[in-house]
């Protein structure tokens, strides 16, 4: 029966609906995209549809926990007992038996498409974001570095157990990657210009062109530059995060204008350890994290891991005079939704599995049953 259900679901969503699914041989899970925006003033809810095979469940319950994790190194690594991680944020929701009416469940027009296509096996789940969370970023790991990299992470993981709290085994168990992001806002903002001057003898101006920038695109610093020292500037040097410039000197009593254009990059810095990136799934590629936009209130203390980007005008006369501009990185709003996928786990059908993990946190397997033929 359910292998005939399988072919018909992967049928109909060819046709209809564009999805990412995680299968398991009890347990699928549907979900109609792995990026949830970020608003500041609200957050995408995290919506989806479990399909069980009660049979092979054998009574057990089925459970779906929505988590937020800090790593800050390899999970093999332990000091005195402590590992190094830390749950931001963890919440978990009974799915099978369901607790409440269909109906009440039943919170987006995607759940209510997916339970009319899965049928009466099928049951929705639902998380909201609270607001004192981080997006997803990593930080670029060194060549030689092995295992997780120190990021901010997120997860759906659905599993049966006889209880929240009985032990998990990994083969009952299947998790997907998500990702919270912010889009850059649509209001332009506030052209970013600060100065500063040293006893009334060097004058230095640097301004932006405007306040947020798209991942990619030029950044054009006006500098001014007034000397009335006696002294002449060696350099000035420009610098945002690991992309930088060193040119251009001026003589005492003399005075400099002029824009530069900086375009800071991953690629010029692919091997730079530490270098914070917008998380990823899988093995797509990523790009510098985007700027962290906080909703007004919020405490900074329990984030994770925060991003601000500054332009550095730095003087070299004698000592250092220099400035920040601050400004914003991030990524164009969408003005449609990318195309979904779907996407099948197929080691549950492999007999003898392990239990094992992949690298990017998806896991898929039984339960402690051989897979049924088919």
């Given amino acids: 029966m359910y292998t005939a259900l399988w072919s018909w679901l992967l049928r109909i969503a060819k046709r209809h609906i564009s999805k990412v699914s995680v299968l398991l041989i009890q347990v699928g899970v549907y979900m109609g995209r792995r990026d949830f925006v970020d608003r500041v003033d609200s957050v995408d809810p995290v919506d989806g549809v479990i399909i069980i095979d009660p049979e092979a469940l054998q009574r057990r319950k089925v459970f779906v926990t929505l988590s937020c994790t800090f790593r800050y190194g390899r999970d093999d690594m332990d000091v005195m007992g402590i590992a190094f991680r830390r749950e931001l944020y963890m919440s978990t929701r009974q799915v099978y038996p369901p607790l409440q009416d269909l109906e009440k469940g039943v919170h987006t027009k995607l759940q209510a498409k997916l339970l009319h296509k899965l049928g009466n096996n099928a049951y929705p789940f639902f998380f909201e974001f609270p607001d004192n969370l981080p997006c997803s970023v990593a930080l670029q790991p060194g060549l030689k570095d092995v295992g997780k990299q120190c990021a901010v992470e997120f997860e759906i993981k659905a599993f049966s157990a006889e209880s929240q709290d009985a032990k998990v085994r990994k083969r009952s168990t299947v998790k997907l990657l998500l990702r919270k992001v912010q889009y850059a806002p649509d209001s332009e903002g506030v052209q970013p210009s600060v100065e500063t001057m040293t006893d009334k003898q060097i004058h230095l101006k ?58 800071p990059l991953l690629a010029n810095n692919a091997e730079r350890k530490g270098i914070a990136l917008d998380g990823k799934l899988k093995h797509e590629d990523t790009n510098l994290a985007s700027t962290s936009i906080i909703k007004e209130g919020v405490l900074k203390e329990v984030m994770g891991i925060m991003v601000s980007y500054r332009v550095m005008v730095k003087l070299i006369v004698g000592g250092e005079v220099g400035l920040e501009v601050p400004f914003k990185l991030m990524h164009p709003n969408p003005d449609t939704e990318d195309e979904l996928q779907f996407q099948e786990f197929k080691r549950c059908d492999l007999k003898g599995m392990i239990d094992d993990e992949d690298e990017d946190g998806n896991v898929s397997g039984g339960d402690d049953m051989e897979p049924k033929e088919k």
């Fill in 206 to 263: 640097a301004s932006l062109d405007k306040e947020i920038y798209y991942h990619g695109e030029v950044i054009k610093v006006n500098v001014s530059v007034t000397n009335n020292s006696s002294k002449a500037i060696k350099n000035i040097i420009l610098n945002v995060y690991l992309s930088s410039c060193l040119r251009d000197s001026v003589s005492p009593g003399a005075t400099l204008q002029k824009v530069y254009k900086l375009l």
